[in-house]
């Protein structure tokens, strides 16, 4: 124990201690000795916290609505006498009197339920800036303040005059109350995937100190601890296994279907599954550290992130509540000076609709409460999108290039075919074992094919001397005294080796979507090894999804011409830019750039961050913990190529929920405050009752919250579950 | 028109031309941020329907530490947002929470809650 201390008054203790030397459990123990019962606090998680915090002011927001709705409903009998049985007959006197209850009922509504716009609008005012609140404040003060004067004193005004506008002030605060309660609702249930995806964690964790096995709760175990995880049990943290086996369930993180068996060296994953077997691991990332975690905070910061419309939305909202303010004051000078009589009231009553139906809030609310359902939607079905500039890059692309191995192939070539020359002076064995032992000091997934196949058959190999990379070309060493050469046509010319009847051969195995290699032995030539690296199954229906969209697929490969086009055949892409260097990707995705089109570019990250960065969205395609992608705007959790129609879908969806709420938001105001000024009077006769502007602003920002939450019911094509 | 109509539309006119001045051609207070641990710029801002701070200078290509503490419950100011900057957080109320970032470039960049409602400017020199 370091620190303890109790805070009486919230009923908190707050102890420090060591979690190697005491655990919650003893601490809960040892304060129940005393007599005291213990409750865990609000969990310090910031996810409930909000919540926490969300309910507290939902709950604030309807007590004040409800005592603005009871007050609403006296104050409106006496606003409109005329139409009720018995209150028709009252006296003006009585009538009087009944003014004067209503403008005292009015006062805590405005003071108490309608307290936050005062003070917002106060201290917005002393930022020297205005909001909804200054709109609000100032459109139900106004109309308290005219009432109240006018049954005061009501020969001050002219003949006609002399009536009260209390029901504007209470009903208005009423309901935009409850609008902002039901708004703040609404914004809760947008933020479900990041419930969900927290909800995939464990709670507890069996941990292994100093020989004995206990139960903590995940948030305790450290890094090295020694974890222990049950068939059936989920695991907890990131780790590495130490002892024993078991097959594991990635898919909520990798998409991979088949589970995956863990052996002592290999990781696991927290939030995975556990399936028969049991398995102790060493846990080396824990709490913030763990891929969820990181996966978690990338879609928190999405979701925060402004798209580039976002922004223009705010700019303009910067300037929106001045301009309705201004407009308020001209509508109420124009109305007195020219309007029918009796003038005042005509003037004041358009001006605080005015106020009151000028709604900045949907225009602010427009974009952010998309992205976060869109962002959120996209993380459901594995897909992390890095930014709101991405999501909205992304809807408009019409050009994807996909990396052949890994993307679009599985990225694990397999050796295939051993073709030795007619007559040639040694066996398929042999030369096998020449030229897997120069590629065994390579680096390069085909020479790891090589040499992989080369073990399969049971050949030993010889150490090579002299290894030697040509980019482009091939590789050369020498093993054994014999010089190995192996490569395309261009290391055999290096080399001046002739090929005669190997030339067929070559090419009958690229068309067959192979990737073969000439191989030569001191200077003649010995024969062809080819290598193949499967397509993945679903990449052909992903690209044909592309298709569908209306998108063009491009297939950029290192690899030759002829065996790019095979697999190119096998998928049906549109395009195929083979036989392309390393450094060159980003500048052939310059050139599509050039032809007028939004590019995406797919591929693994690693090897191809140049070319994502130059794309217009670049989408990472990896595997469940290689989530810290840097380069990508976009990352693919799960391998599959379906990943990239879904991204682009989503995209879409969002864009469009995003455009119909601006839409609407820009509509409703271009609308809304013209006929609040008065434009269809000298037409149509129709002015806006203030009544019908407050609850038409009140529920503007619900209906914006709304209609973001119906992208919450989209489904993507290839969608997760 | 009558008289009483000739003042009310004077009185509409200036009052338009105030408002006008008030919110956008006024110029603002600004607070300069000073050195802080680590070397990094610091400004304390309170969160309490506005930022107090609201215009804040800083150098350029030196890291900067804005302390944020919000002391109110209004949901619209629980998260701070600096989009030029990519940077998010969200401010639990009566917690100092603090965003660093280090400006590369020159310039004004503004900052805000997440529906727009409190604004911010940082000037970058």
Not at chain 1, 118 to 137: D, E, P, Q, V, Y
Not at chain 1, 255 to 276: F, H, Y
Not at chain 1, 437 to 461: M, Q, T
Not at chain 2, 68 to 96: H, I, W, Y
Request: aromatic letters at 6%; a neutral charge; glycine letters at 8%.
């Amino acid at each position: 124990m370091l620190n303890a201390a109790v805070n009486v008054g919230t009923q908190e203790a707050t102890v420090e201690y060591l979690p190697e030397k005491a655990t919650l459990a003893q601490l809960h123990g040892a304060i129940e000795a005393w007599g005291y019962k213990t409750r865990p606090a609000i969990s310090e998680e910031p996810e409930e916290k909000q919540r926490a915090e969300h309910e507290r002011e939902y709950r604030r927001l309807m007590r004040r609505f409800w005592l603005a709705a009871l007050v609403s409903i006296p104050v409106l009998i006496t606003a409109y006498p005329q139409f009720l049985p018995l209150v028709r007959n009252w006296t003006a006197e009585t009538l009087r009197l009944a003014w004067m209850g209503a403008a005292l009922l009015t006062l805590p509504v405005l003071f108490w339920s309608g307290g936050h716009f005062f003070t917002g609008a106060w201290a917005a005012l002393k930022h020297r800036s205005a909001n909804m609140n200054t709109l609000i404040a100032t459109g139900t003060a106004a109309a308290w303040l005219y009432s109240t004067v006018a049954i005061l004193f009501p020969g001050i005004f002219p003949e006609g005059t002399s009536e009260p506008f209390y029901d504007v002030a209470a009903v208005v605060i009423a309901l935009v109350v409850l609008g902002q309660a039901l708004e703040l609702r609404a914004k809760g249930r947008a933020s479900e995937a990041i419930r969900k995806l927290l909800g995939l964690q464990a709670k507890t964790a069996r941990v292994v100190r100093d020989g004995q096995e206990m139960d903590i709760p995940v948030e305790e175990v450290l890094v090295g601890d020694v974890v222990q995880v049950r068939p059936g049990e989920k695991v907890p943290v990131d780790g590495v296994v130490v002892d024993g086996s078991s097959a594991v369930d990635e898919s909520m993180l990798t998409g991979e279907s088949l589970s995956v068996s863990k052996r002592p060296g290999d990781e696991v994953i927290g939030a995975t599954m556990n399936k028969t077997g049991a398995f102790k691991f060493r846990a080396t990332k824990v709490g913030k550290d763990t891929a969820l975690a990181q996966i978690v905070k990338m879609v928190q910061d999405a979701q925060n992130s402004k798209a580039p419309i976002a922004r223009m939305a705010d700019t303009i909202s910067g300037y929106f509540v001045p301009v309705v303010m201004i407009l308020a004051v001209l509508t109420f000078a124009v109305w007195f000076d020219f309007g029918p009589q009796p003038q005042l009231v005509y003037a004041l009553v358009t001006g605080v609709t005015v106020l009151i139906i000028a709604c900045p809030c949907a225009l602010g609310l427009a974009t952010p409460m998309s992205l976060v359902a869109g962002i959120g939607k996209g993380a459901e079905n594995g897909i992390l999108i890095r930014s709101g500039e991405a999501l909205q890059t992304a809807q408009a692309v019409k050009t994807v290039v996909l990396d052949k191995t890994g993307t679009i192939t599985k990225g694990k070539p397999e050796l295939t075919d051993v073709v030795i020359v007619n007559n040639g002076p040694m066996s398929n064995e042999q030369l096998l074992r020449l030229v897997a032992s120069v590629e065994s000091v390579s680096e390069h997934p085909l020479a790891e094919a090589i040499v992989e196949g080369a073990k399969a058959r049971g050949i030993v190999l010889a150490a090579p001397q002299g290894f030697e990379a040509v980019p482009g070309h091939g590789v050369v060493a020498t093993v054994e005294a014999r010089r190995v050469a192996i490569g395309n046509l261009k290391m055999m010319a290096r080399e001046g080796v002739v090929l005669g009847a190997l030339e067929e051969q070559f090419r009958t195995l690229a068309d067959d979507g192979k990737t073969p290699m000439y191989a030569a032995v001191d200077g003649r030539a010995a024969g062809v090894i080819a290598v193949a690296d499967t397509v993945k199954e679903d990449s052909a229906e992903a690209i044909a999804a592309l298709h569908e969209m209306g998108i063009e697929v491009v297939m950029i490969t290192g690899d030759n011409r002829r065996t790019a086009e095979a697999i190119a055949r096998q998928v049906n892409v549109d395009r195929v830019l083979a036989e392309v260097l390393p450094e060159d990707k980003a500048h052939n995705v310059h050139l599509l750039q050039a032809e007028g089109k939004k590019v995406a570019m797919v591929g693994d990250g690693i090897n191809d961050a140049p070319a994502l960065a130059q794309a217009d969205v670049g989408l990472a395609i990896g595997t469940g913990t290689d989530v810290a992608i840097e380069a990508s705007d976009i990352t693919l959790i799960k391998g599959s190529l379906k990943g990239v129609v879904t991204a682009i879908e989503v995209s879409r969806a969002t864009m469009r929920n995003v455009r119909q709420n601006l839409f609407g938001a820009f509509i409703y105001n271009t609308l809304g405050i013209p006929v609040a000024m008065g434009v269809l009077y000298p037409f149509l006769g129709v002015l806006l009752n203030p009544l019908l502007a407050g609850a038409a602003m009140a529920f503007s920002s619900v209906t914006v919250v709304s209609n973001a939450n119906r992208l919450r019911a989209f489904k993507p094509k290839f969608s997760a579950k | 028109m009558s008289s009483i109509q000739v003042i009310v539309t004077i009185v509409g006119i200036v009052f338009s031309l105030f408002i006008a001045w008030f919110f956008w051609f006024a110029p603002k207070g600004r607070a300069r941020a000073a050195a802080g641990v680590g070397g990094a710029q610091e400004v304390a801002i309170t969160v309490k329907g506005g930022y107090t701070p609201d215009v804040i200078v800083v150098k350029a290509r030196q890291p900067v530490r804005l302390r944020f503490t919000r002391q109110e419950s209004s949901t619209c100011s629980e998260m701070v947002l600096f989009p030029d900057f990519n940077k998010s957080a969200r401010l639990p109320e009566g917690e100092e929470v603090a965003i660093e970032f280090t400006p590369e470039r020159a310039g004004e960049y503004g900052f805000q809650c997440g529906m727009g409602m409190l604004r911010g400017k940082l000037i970058v020199e």
